[in-house]
């Protein structure tokens, strides 16, 4: 199983980056894909998902606004459009993958069996 992101770079605030993850090593019908983030000195915090059957999609309440999770089946990729990036928004961004995860557990990270390598973004005030 391999989880690839990428996508992260240094961007001006009020920018926007697309972030990406291609996921390979299993049928993935039944996972819940989550963006994470780990900002230095901070905890890794919760941002955004998407289950791949069915497409629904939960955030962070910090985000819900400017970010946006999309799948592409056909390519196994997950997507997390970033817009009006703020200089809090700056951390190692992280894609996971969990199977079976319940709605109320989407958020928590312990859900989450399959890590990606993470993708550092930078915004700049």
């Known amino acids: 199983v391999q989880l690839q992101a990428s996508g992260g770079g240094l961007v001006q605030a009020g920018g926007s980056l697309r972030l990406s993850c291609a996921a390979s090593?299993?049928?993935?019908?039944?996972?819940?894909m989550g963006w994470f983030r780990q900002a230095p000195g901070k905890e890794r915090e919760f941002v955004a998902a998407i289950k791949w059957r069915g497409g629904s999609t939960y955030y962070a309440h910090s985000v819900k606004s400017r970010f946006t999770i999309s799948k592409d089946n056909a390519q196994n990729t997950v997507y997390l459009q970033m817009s009006d990036l703020e200089p809090e928004d700056t951390a190692v961004y992280y894609c996971?993958?969990?199977?079976?995860?319940?709605?109320?557990?989407?958020?928590?990270?312990?859900?989450?069996?399959?890590w990606g390598q993470g993708t550092q973004v930078t915004v700049s005030s």
């Open positions: 996971a993958a969990g199977y079976g995860v319940i709605q109320s557990e989407i958020r928590l990270i312990r859900a989450y069996d399959y």
């Open positions: 090593g299993r049928t993935w019908g039944s996972y819940v």
